[in-house]
């Protein structure tokens, strides 16, 4: 049986081969030298305190510019640096830039804001990660507690050696914690009391059928409530209607990310955005509703 390598440094093609996996070999040779060819981009989705309305924090959503294909959402390639080490270089890449973004927004005078950073399964089991988080944060002059990292809540449901050590490290350095799309994985709730997460973000899927479906409103509203007895923060994703916002409000849920808000945009909008949201409010969402307290 004959392998035939094709020209490229490691794609082989073989006839038994399906084109899917074909695809994924081409992908990962296309995102090795990515990093170095300054293809990536982030995008910064913001969030706003149902309580104020105002603009709390961002979230840095990572792109791949592929030359000729445009603009490459996380789905289609994520999975593919976790499979990989590239994840590694690929996630400090995103912390730092993600970081120093943060610092020259604050030198344009905007208001605080804390940044959301996404954490991939890979790099929590990186065992310097707690360091080189310390290490970035420190070398851009941030106060800890202007990071939050998003974490996937498959790490709930074992007991992984080094988890609870990164997360206690986390803690200690005063970096925020937040379990992601809450709701979709089985966590252990005897483990989530144990450690320090300080933020639920209720999965969109939650959301998306809100006020209207009761399932729905059932689940959202024990999600609120549970975050709130173990003085957690609660944000919702994908909130996209007026009526979802308030909805969350009345449950007492603190924060909202979604298109409602605005969707996630370059480094630069978003700082013309902010700056145009500084003057009087007039978006969809008028928060005329009390939130539960
Ligand atoms: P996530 O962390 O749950 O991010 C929220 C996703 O929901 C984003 O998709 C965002 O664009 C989308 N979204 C926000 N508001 C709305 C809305 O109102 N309606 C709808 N339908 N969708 C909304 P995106 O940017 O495509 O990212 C997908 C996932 O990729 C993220 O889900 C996250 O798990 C992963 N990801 C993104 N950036 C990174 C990264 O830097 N590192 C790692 N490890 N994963 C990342
Ligand atoms: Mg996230
Ligand atoms: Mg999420
Ligand atoms: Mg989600």
Known sequence: RSKQ???????????????????????????????????????????????????????????WR????????????????????????VGAWVLRTACADLVSWDRLGLPPLVMAVNLSPRQLAQPFLARMVDDTVR??????????????????????????????????????????????????????????????KIDRSFVAELPHDREDLAIASAIVAMGRSLQMRVVAEGVETPAQARCLARLGCHEAQGWLVGRPMPAAELVAWLQDRDRPRRDGWDGDTEPMT
């Open 139 to 200: 070398e851009h002059g941030l106060d800890p507690g202007r990071l939050e990292l998003e974490l996937t809540e498959s790490l709930l449901l074992e007991e992984r050696t080094g988890t609870t050590d990164v997360l206690d490290a986390f803690a200690r350095m005063g970096v925020r914690v937040a379990i992601d799309d809450f709701g979709t994985g089985h966590s252990s709730l005897s483990r989530l009391k144990r450690l320090d997460v300080d933020t639920l």
């Open 5 to 63: 390598r094709g020209r490229g440094t490691y794609s082989f093609f073989s006839p038994e081969m399906g084109a899917q996996a074909a695809a994924r070999v081409e992908l990962e040779s296309g995102l090795r030298g990515a990093l170095e060819r300054d293809e990536f981009v982030l995008h910064y989705q913001p969030k706003v305190s149902l309580e104020t309305g105002r603009v709390v924090g961002v979230e840095a959503l990572l792109r």
């Open 66 to 89: 592929r030359p000729g294909r445009g603009l490459i959402p996380p789905d289609r390639f994520v999975p593919v640096l976790e499979s990989t080490r590239l994840i590694l270089t």
